[in-house]
């Protein structure tokens, strides 16, 4: 069974920074593909950042510059560096994983609140 448990989110002021971490189980995640996606109040999820398993990473415009995913194999980890954090950042970050077949996420972990005040 896939398992992925974010942890890192909380409350800052704009201007600030985050690490994201997102620990995975269950499946091989050296071959996976990660991803970051958030979604805030009354809007759909958005793709945030993705990392496949040879570290070529892509990034959605409003982030470029700003976050940096990054992916450690030993620990199945998948993280999500964050800088100079914009209120329109606000929104619950979730973790996915899909195998390199794959074209949608295939699992999700529960997500972690990030806050970024004005």
């Known amino acids: 069974q896939v398992q992925l448990a974010e942890s890192g989110g909380g409350l800052v002021p704009a201007g600030g920074s985050l690490r994201l971490s997102c620990a995975t189980s269950g499946s091989i995640f050296s071959i996976n593909v990660m991803a970051w996606y958030r979604q805030a109040p009354g809007k759909q999820r958005e793709l945030v950042a993705r990392?496949?398993?040879?570290?070529?990473?892509y990034y959605v415009d409003s982030v470029k510059g700003r976050f940096t995913i990054s992916r450690d194999n030993p620990k199945n980890t998948v993280y999500l560096q964050m800088t100079s954090l914009k209120p329109e950042d606000t929104a619950v970050y979730y973790c996915s994983t899909r195998r390199p077949g794959s074209v949608d996420p295939e699992y999700w972990g529960k997500g972690t609140q990030v806050t970024v005040s004005s």
């Open positions: 990392i496949y398993s040879g570290g070529t990473t």
